[in-house]
């Protein structure tokens, strides 16, 4: 893998509003502090994208407080952000042509929330070509209801959808497992 | 929704094959066959996908029979046709440009596979603006294992999947209500 660059998702407070419902993975914000630690110091590429909803009623629109980005991700003085409104961090923004253009050919993929921006974001990246490791335990999302009406775990929503990805998208790897990637290099 | 065009993903013999293992869902063919008789007896547009491999072994490639359209899903002459080899029907392809010239805003999607193929095509159709509606019973997908080697029924992959699709990147709907569009023009 070459210069793989650490892309963190929606990491925003948002995220912590009670309207989402239970959440699986307590630890996400934990583990994507020690994968953006460990990619500072090795002066690895970093790249930061947040949801801007265009539904003035969502935790995640501008106007609000929780458009911020949690204080366990928050970007550095030149670390490049990318606004998007929809789910994929690849649909109305630059992000392609800046990874073409850096020559950024592989992603570590971490953020906010596994089965609707970060899988469509790994769906689209591993697409368009990139080399994409997804990390299990820095990712995490809510409970949903099924088309029947029956409830599903947040934890289930997250196991499944990791399975969809695994393999076809990406390769899903934990947090240890993609330290151990910058000491490849 | 405007003019809705059914948008078939997949819908190949090389899904035949035993290797993807068990399946859900074998209504599925039976329910994309019902949906395209009424789109043609309506006089709707259609649009065929089919996956061509860039793997030689794998049953969908284009020297493999399984390459080849089921016979439910045979286009007739005159309803295009687009090649992709990547799970999503536009990326590498020129459905989007065709969808925004013909002014086709609504898509119904039904095919193989509901977590990869199907499933990527629905995200990113509604991440572009597409008003999509997915067929639950008009899409099957296979048995998967989860990252911890746990093996995950393909009911249970389709039943979850459509849950992170259900809502935010389209409304899914049965056989039976997606033929009532067809009556609401």
């Not at 204080?71 to 550095?76: F, N, R, T, V």
């Not at 950024?104 to 953020?111: C, E, F, K, Q, S």
């Amino acid at each position: 893998m070459h210069k793989p660059a650490l892309l963190l998702i929606d990491v925003q407070k948002g995220f912590d509003s009670p309207a989402w419902g239970q959440r699986n993975n307590p630890d996400a914000e934990s583990n994507i502090k020690r994968l953006l630690d460990a990619w500072r110091k090795h002066d690895r590429p970093i790249i930061h994208v947040k949801h801007c909803s265009v539904s003035p009623k969502s935790p995640l629109h501008p106007d609000q407080p929780g458009n911020d980005f949690k204080d366990e991700a928050s970007p550095l003085s030149g670390e490049p952000e990318f606004s998007k409104t929809v789910n994929s961090a690849f649909i109305g923004t630059g992000l392609e042509d800046y990874l073409r253009e850096k020559d950024l050919n592989a992603l570590v993929i971490v953020g906010l929330t596994t089965d609707h921006c970060v899988s469509t974001s790994t769906r689209m990246a591993g697409n368009l070509g990139f080399d994409v490791t997804l990390v299990s335990d820095a990712t995490a999302t809510f409970e949903r209801t099924d088309t029947d009406g029956v409830h599903i775990s947040a934890e289930e929503m997250h196991r499944v959808n990791l399975a969809s990805l695994n393999g076809e998208f990406c390769v899903v790897k934990s947090t240890t497992e993609t330290l151990e990637l910058l000491d490849e290099k």
